[in-house]
Structures are given as C-alpha cells and as structure tokens.
T-cell receptor, first 119, second 110 residues
Framework: NAGVTQTPKFQVLKTGQSMTLQCAQD?????MYWYRQDPGMGLRLIYY???????DKGEVPNGYNVSRLNKREFSLRLESAAPSQTSVYFC??????????????????FGPGTRLTVL | QKEVEQNSGPLSVPEGAIASLNCTYS??????FFWYRQYSGKSPELIMS????GDKEDGRFTAQLNKASQYVSLLIRDSQPSDSATYLC??????????FGKGTTLSVSS
C-alpha cells in the first residue's frame, strides 16, 4: 500500500516549457488535490477533484490545468512554465466520512512532493 | 476571506517540556480541524484530527477545540528533539477543501 505517489521528484524547466506532474493514490479515495508550497506562503490549493469526473479551481489556479484521469490518478499540467511557478508541489487525497451530525471529515493524505524549478 | 492564523515561531522548548501550538480560524461554519507535522524537505503528515469541542488525546499529543472562541490548539507532552518540525493547522467546512495556516516551527533542544 503505497498511499499517494508523485512523479517526478525533481524537475528543472526553462521558461515557456510545458510539463505534467503525475499523482496516483491506492487508498480508493474519491477526492484528490494539488497544492503548491512556497516559503512564507504556506500550502495553497491549485485545483481539486471532489470525485471522479469533476474538477474545481482552488486559490491559485492560473497557469495550471488538471485532469482526473480515473479514480486513482490526478495530473497537473503547466502549459507554459514561468519562474513564478517555481515551488514544491504536493498532491493529496481524501475520502468523505460521516459521523453523527458531521457531514464530512476530509482527512487528507499527502504525497512526497515534486520540487520544480523554472529558470 | 476564510483565514487560519498561526504564530510562525520559532517556538523553542527544552526536551521533556510541554509544547503548546495555537491556531485561530475566521469561519464560524468550520466543522473539522486537523494538525499536520512537516519535517524540513518532507510532505505534511496528519497527526491529529478533532471535530467537537473539548480535548482529544493520542499518545503524547492532545488537540483542544473551542468553537465559540474559534480556537484550536495542539499540546505535545514530554517533547523530544524528534518533534522539531513545522506544525500546520488546517480547517474545513463540510464539502470544501481544507484551508491551511502557514505553520508554526517548533524546536526542541536536548
């Protein structure tokens, strides 16, 4: 049981190049997320997919696209990379649980991250 | 704008002491609350979740929630050098994504 996996671990791009970050989870979770983490900015949500077949914008979606390929996989694409996209990217997954009066828990589990540098 | 606020630290405590980490949130509709630990260069790891007012204990960790004051805290008893990390508070309403604080850096000295 690998949990959440991400590829690649490290990547260096030139301005204008494109690339896709891959994420997969084997926990049968419905929801998946992409975050970026920058010094002093904390974790910021880029896009998320509440369930297979749906995607929604988060706080910082500009310059990114996503694809929920199937229940296991959620990819993040940079079409034309910019230096401002230099960051550490984390994928996460969760399932919606319920207990009594609460409608959801949303315990998220993170992948190991991709460290991206755009020159 | 929904916000989650944490003191960035660093919070320095001696080995064996109690470390107290605090978090406030702006959205009164928030329903579930989480603490993540993140070692330098690693991904966030879920260590505690709490959903109702009061205390929840798990080993050396205790999470405390006060919805009236919009306040959640994490106590680490018998702090160890291995507890040195950044602790992230996260909050969500039903059906929405988590909102994270920027984290508090904890340093435990031996």
């Amino acid at each position: 049981n690998a949990g959440v996996t991400q590829t690649p671990k490290f990547q260096v791009l030139k301005t204008g190049q494109s690339m896709t970050l891959q994420c997969a989870q084997d926990m049968n979770h419905n929801s998946m997320y992409w975050y970026r983490q920058d010094p002093g900015m904390g974790l910021r949500l880029i896009y998320y997919s509440a369930s297979e077949g749906t995607t929604d914008k988060g706080e910082v979606p500009n310059g990114y696209n996503v694809s929920r390929l199937n229940k296991r996989e959620f990819s993040l694409r940079l079409e034309s990379a910019a230096p401002s996209q230099t960051s550490v990217y984390f994928c996460a997954s969760s399932d919606w649980l319920s207990s009594g009066y609460l409608s959801s828990y949303n315990e998220q589990f993170f992948g190991p991250g991709t460290r991206l540098t755009v020159l | 704008q929904k916000e989650v606020e944490q003191n960035s630290g660093p919070l320095s405590v001696p080995e064996g002491a109690i470390a107290s980490l605090n978090c406030t949130y702006s959205d009164r509709g928030s329903q579930s609350f989480f603490w993540y630990r993140q070692y330098s260069g690693k991904s966030p790891e879920l260590i505690m979740s709490i959903y109702s007012n009061g205390d929840k204990e798990d080993g050396r960790f205790t999470a405390q929630l006060n919805k009236a004051s919009q306040y959640v805290s994490l106590l680490i008893r018998d702090s160890q050098p291995s507890d040195s990390a950044t602790y992230l508070c996260a909050v969500n309403q039903a059906g929405t994504a988590l909102i994270f604080g920027k984290g508090t850096t904890l340093s435990v000295s031996s």
